[in-house]
């Protein structure tokens, strides 16, 4: 299950001082292999700022004065646009990510943007037969540490598309390999986002190589800044594109 992979190698990054709960487990029979999606603008709060505004973590907006992210109204950004954009997952794959008539500056675009997801995975301890026999299980860190029945917010999958005159196609893997494939795993996507720029760092959790494309408020897992591993300590990109969807007025 690869948009899973990253789930199992950052148990330890939390670096919490407690033992697993056990007991947890998902049916033989609940499937959930593939997620599609359109690429709509990112906007953000002009109060708050850039990477704000969407959750309770983080200043939710409300009736806020908002900024496109990627036109540098707070110093981030490189002022890029785009027309349509789509993404694709399916279990054992990469995803599949397309975006069209992208311009930089007023200029169509050619070179790498960055694109990644942010996740919230969750390992399960036992696994669960289609007649319902439950039998425990164990998943290992790189390093060794045991990461069953344990949760955290990571990056999923992260690497870079091309672009030539404003059209751009390209595919993002997992981070990494998962040491446990046996090991049933739930991965929530919350967020994928393309880049205005090619910008990304990596560092080393639990002996396994973790990443993120640069940004405001962007992390490798759990509470640790991407801002803290060149380039992206001096990266100027923001979010260009998310999922979501854009309603058209009547008169359209």
């Known amino acids: 299950m690869r948009v899973l992979i990253a789930v199992a190698c950052v148990g330890a990054a ?12 998902i049916s033989a029979k609940a499937t959930a292999k593939k997620i ?31 900024f496109l992210r990627t036109s540098g109204a707070t110093g981030q950004g490189r002022n890029c646009t785009f027309e349509t954009g789509k993404v694709t997952y399916q279990v054992g ?13 007023g200029t169509p675009f050619t070179g790498s943007l960055c694109a990644h997801t942010k996740v919230l995975n969750t ?13 425990p299980k164990v998943c290992l860190a790189p390093n060794g540490s045991n990461t069953e029945a344990t949760i955290q917010w990571v990056t ?7 672009c030539s005159k404003g059209n ?3 595919t993002v893997p997992p981070v990494t390999a998962d040491p446990c494939p046996d090991v049933d795993k739930v991965s929530e996507l919350r967020r994928f986002e393309v880049f205005d720029g ?3 760092a990596s560092t080393v959790i639990s002996g396994a190589t973790l990443g993120s494309c640069c940004g405001p408020g962007q992390i490798v897992a759990g509470p640790i800044p991407v801002s803290t591993f060149p380039p992206c300590d001096t990266s100027t990109q923001d979010v260009l594109g998310e999922m ?9």
Do not use: R, W
């Not at 850039?50 to 004065?65: H, M, R, V």
């Open 244 to 252: 979501g969807y854009i309603n058209q007025g009547i008169n359209k």
């Open 168 to 170: 751009c196609k390209g």
């Open 36 to 66: 599609q999606g359109d690429l709509v603008p990112a906007y953000s709060p002009v109060v708050t700022g850039s990477g704000t505004g969407d959750d309770e973590g983080d200043s939710p907006a409300i009736l806020a004065t908002p």
């Open 123 to 135: 390992i399960m301890d036992q696994d669960v037969d289609k007649n319902g026999v439950a039998t």
């Open 93 to 105: 794959k990469d995803a599949q990510v397309q975006l069209k008539k992208v311009s930089c500056g």
């Open 156 to 162: 999923g999958s992260v690497g870079l598309i091309s």
């Open 198 to 200: 090619g910008d990304k």
């Open 14 to 25: 939390a670096a919490l001082a407690v033992s697993p709960a056990h007991g947890f487990s």
